[in-house]
């Protein structure tokens, strides 16, 4: 895969997702349906529910009524729902990947559900996961790709929430929804979109503004590259010259078994490209995961990974050779776990792949990208034509580039939101390269941004763990106290709704 501008990166990667989920299937005929999972290691404690969701909520011909089983995680061990309680229900709005893998990186909602006495429950995203609306024929082509969209995703959660809240007599709970990353921007948008099913959002790490022109489109590689001059310029240098003698010793005779051997790779390099992406892929999500403690969201890597791969780089004696270096550091990345013998390195079917998320980033998720020349990536700029050629090519579809400032808004959101809407935190941390297409100011006295600076990808929303530094609890207990008003609030409005 040789893209000849910036690499465009899926918000997150798929994960191979790991879960030990008991799934209360309804009939015998849906198993055929559902993909099942292969591996099973480590228990969450959710069960698992499939509910008949209509594959086509925006049409009335007779086949939009067609259901799939989108699945869903439930936990009502904390959930108080005595009538006078009405204790709140905690929607996680699923993106991109499986849903375990976003329940098992979002305890912050389990952490805090005691204290609320909540219903916690994790809605998987459609075409993904186990929710495939046709099954293995669910990537096939545009026809069936076509029902993938962020809006009929978001009437999916409205649509089994009410559900839920009648058959299980909870009408009066209010719900509160959360979600990180797409998943954060799908928080924020069903806020927006429902607010008679939601009465808040929690929009962690979700860069709503990463479309049209609204953030300038060289600020998400120049957020990873500010992360490693953070750290050290000659770090930052470092990177950034390796690329021109990556390119110049895959020119020489015999550079690409030169290259092979440098990144131990398990079959010969044929393309320089794909090593390219390989380095590419690795500074960037280290980036986005330069978490302050020991986490495997996308890979297991130590605290502050950032700062482990510049001493590495740093490390070496000045006049090795950078690819050495980089190698190293990206190694990190790869092999902190220690298992690889060999890098799998053109392997087009690793797990980065994202099925799904190429379909929607070939249609309403254009975030164009470029690199300036101040970052330490090789400058490129942005080609809107070339993105179409390359979607017709895959999916015979054209991106429609402003459909989501269209649908959602996103241009001068402040003074939009000023006077229309309540009730989101936007939060993010600055060394999260997508914090720079994120809501980083306050917009109202409830529509809220918190940011911190030191961290990384929906950081506030994973477990709280001893060792977290003091700015992410403090993080979570603002979040903690702005939640507590927006229950409090509803329940005071539901005694004397005539009340202010
Ligand atoms: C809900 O979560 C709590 C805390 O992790 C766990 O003790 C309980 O068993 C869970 N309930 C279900 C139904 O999995
Ligand atoms: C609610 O109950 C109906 C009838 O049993 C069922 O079809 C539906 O799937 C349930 N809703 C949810 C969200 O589970
Ligand atoms: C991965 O790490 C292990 C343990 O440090 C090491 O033995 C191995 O050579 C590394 N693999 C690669 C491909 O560098
Ligand atoms: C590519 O990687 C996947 C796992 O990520 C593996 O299952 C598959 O066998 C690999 N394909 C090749 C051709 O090595
Ligand atoms: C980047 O550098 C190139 C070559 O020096 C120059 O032509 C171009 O104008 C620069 N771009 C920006 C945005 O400064
Ligand atoms: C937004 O307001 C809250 C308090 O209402 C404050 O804690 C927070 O720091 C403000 N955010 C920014 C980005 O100024």
């Not at 320089?272 to 995961?289: I, N, Q």
């Not at 990345?333 to 890098?343: D, P």
Request: charged fraction near 20%.
């Amino acid at each position: 895969m040789a893209l000849a501008s910036c690499l465009l990166l899926p918000l997150l990667l798929l994960a191979t997702g790991a879960s030990g989920i008991v799934s209360s299937l309804p009939s015998a005929a849906v198993q055929s349906l559902v993909r099942k999972r292969k591996s099973s290691s480590g228990q969450l404690p959710f069960a698992a529910h499939f509910f008949p969701q209509q594959i086509d909520h925006f049409n009335f011909r007779p086949d939009s009524s067609r259901v799939f089983y989108q699945k869903y995680l439930l936990n009502a061990s904390f959930w108080d729902k005595g009538p006078s309680h009405s204790a709140p229900i905690f929607v996680y709005t699923g993106n991109e990947g499986n849903i375990e893998w976003f329940a098992e990186n979002t305890g912050f909602m389990l952490d805090i559900a005691p204290r609320f006495n909540a219903l916690l429950l994790f809605i998987e995203h459609r075409f993904y996961g186990d929710s495939m609306p046709f099954g293995k024929d669910s990537y096939k082509s545009a026809e069936t790709l076509g029902y993938l969209t962020s809006t009929q995703a978001l009437a999916d959660y409205a649509v089994l929430i009410r559900s839920l809240k009648q058959n299980l007599s909870a009408e009066a709970s209010p719900v509160v929804v959360y979600g990180g990353s797409y998943g954060g921007m799908l928080a924020a948008w069903f806020r927006l979109k429902y607010p008679h099913v939601a009465i808040g959002a929690v929009s962690s790490s979700a860069p709503i503004l990463q479309f049209d022109d609204i953030v300038p489109w060289s600020s998400f590689y120049d957020g990873v590259s500010q992360d490693y001059k953070d750290e050290s310029a000659n770090c930052f240098e470092v990177i950034k010259e390796s690329w021109d003698q990556l390119m110049t010793t895959a020119a020489k005779k015999g550079g690409m078994l030169q290259l092979t051997k440098k990144f131990k790779a398990c079959k010969t390099i044929q393309s320089v490209y794909s090593v390219r992406d390989w380095l590419w892929t690795a500074f960037t999500y280290t980036a986005m995961v330069d978490y302050p403690t020991p986490a495997n969201f996308l890979m297991p890597l130590p605290a502050y990974p950032v700062k482990e791969m510049c001493s590495i780089i740093d490390g070496f004696p000045t006049g090795v050779d950078k690819l050495t270096k980089v190698f190293s550091a990206a190694s990190l990345y790869y092999n902190y776990s220690g298992t690889h013998s060999c890098f799998d390195i053109e392997n087009d079917s690793d797990p980065h792949g994202l099925n799904g998320w190429g379909w929607q980033a070939c249609t309403e998720m254009v975030m164009p990208m470029t690199c300036s020349n101040e970052s330490m990536f090789p400058p490129s700029s942005y080609s809107y034509e070339a993105s179409e050629d390359q979607c017709k090519a895959k999916y015979g579809v054209l991106p429609r580039p402003h459909w989501i400032t269209t649908e959602y808004g996103g241009n001068r959101i402040e003074l939009v939101l000023k006077r229309f809407g309540s009730n989101i935190i936007f939060s993010n941390g600055m060394r999260d390269p997508w914090s720079r297409g994120g809501v980083l100011k306050n917009i109202s006295s409830s529509i809220i941004a918190l940011v911190a600076p030191l961290g990384a990808h929906h950081v506030d929303l994973r477990f709280a763990r001893k060792d977290d530094p003091n700015w992410v609890k403090e993080q979570r207990e603002a979040e903690i106290k702005i939640i507590q008003g927006w229950v409090d609030q509803y329940h005071r409005d539901l005694k004397e709704p005539s009340r202010q």
